[in-house]
């Protein structure tokens, strides 16, 4: 089994987040060539980019519209295992506490009550610079990663789309719309949150592949661009199959990186 990774850094910005993304992609990888698994190399590609302003998740997540900043993420792994927390303040790597949920009976926590399980779990609490709104809706960050035993994991990350109320909740912490992993492959979306919920994008996108009408893994993610999603809508999708390279797709620019074990 080829180890392999894809990342992507939001469905509207330009190329010159590429170097970025790509330095997150090779800590992955390195991870992987190390011994590490998926939830392991996925989650720290995720750090990466939380901690990079450029990107709209952990440290560069924008202000909602009463200014707070508000940080979503989620994990999946193709063990049937899940970990989301929705609109948490005060929280650098959200995705390490989604990521602690994953064998925890709870799936997902929001609020101050993720801040709450948060401290008791020693998570770092620390005020969230942010910044102002952008212009178009970019974005999220995601990564999904498949290791030597062929298991894999997805990785999401966001302070949600820019001109949002502070109770907004978008794709990222939602199962089957931001994000959706099973056995056979890994699917993650970008975008506006909104009509990625409502096309429950990364669910119908992975139920698919491998159809009559859908092949290969690329033409199910050309399906759904084309068939789920207006062509008003920025959104983008990065997925990884059982076998073979990571690949994206958007219907707008999307910044993605991948690298696959030679
Ligand atoms: N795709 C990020 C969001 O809508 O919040």
Request: net charge negative; glycine share 14%; proline share 6%.
């Amino acid at each position: 089994m080829k180890m392999a990774v894809v990342a992507h850094g939001g469905a509207g910005p330009g190329p010159e987040r590429q170097k970025n993304l790509q330095r997150a992609v090779d800590v992955a990888s390195k991870l992987l060539l190390s011994g590490a698994s998926a939830t392991e190399a996925a989650v720290e590609a995720c750090v990466i980019l939380e901690d990079d302003p450029v990107f709209n998740a952990g440290t560069g997540g924008v202000f909602r519209n009463d200014g707070s900043v508000l940080l979503d993420a989620s994990i999946q792994t193709s063990d049937g295992r899940v970990g989301f927390v929705i609109a948490m303040s005060d929280t650098p790597n959200p995705i390490r506490v989604a990521k602690d949920l994953l064998d925890e009976p709870i799936n997902g926590l929001t609020g101050p009550g993720a801040r709450v399980w948060a401290d008791h779990r020693g998570h770092t609490k620390e005020k969230v610079e942010g910044r102002p709104p952008m212009e178009g809706d970019g974005d999220t960050v995601g990564v999904i990663v498949r290791d030597s035993s062929g298991s894999m994991a997805c990785a999401t990350s966001t302070g949600g789309c820019s001109h949002r109320p502070p109770g907004r909740v978008g794709d990222v912490p939602l199962p089957g719309s931001g994000f959706w992993v099973n056995e056979a492959l890994a699917v993650a979306a970008t975008g506006e949150g909104e009509e990625i919920t409502r096309a429950l994008l990364s669910f119908r996108v992975s139920s698919k592949a491998g159809s009559p009408e859908c092949t290969s893994l690329i033409d199910a993610l050309k399906w759904g661009l084309d068939n789920l999603i207006s062509d008003k809508a920025s959104v983008g999708l990065i997925a990884i199959g059982r076998e073979g390279p990571g690949i994206g797709l958007s219907n707008t620019v999307m910044p993605w990186a991948s690298w696959i074990e030679d």
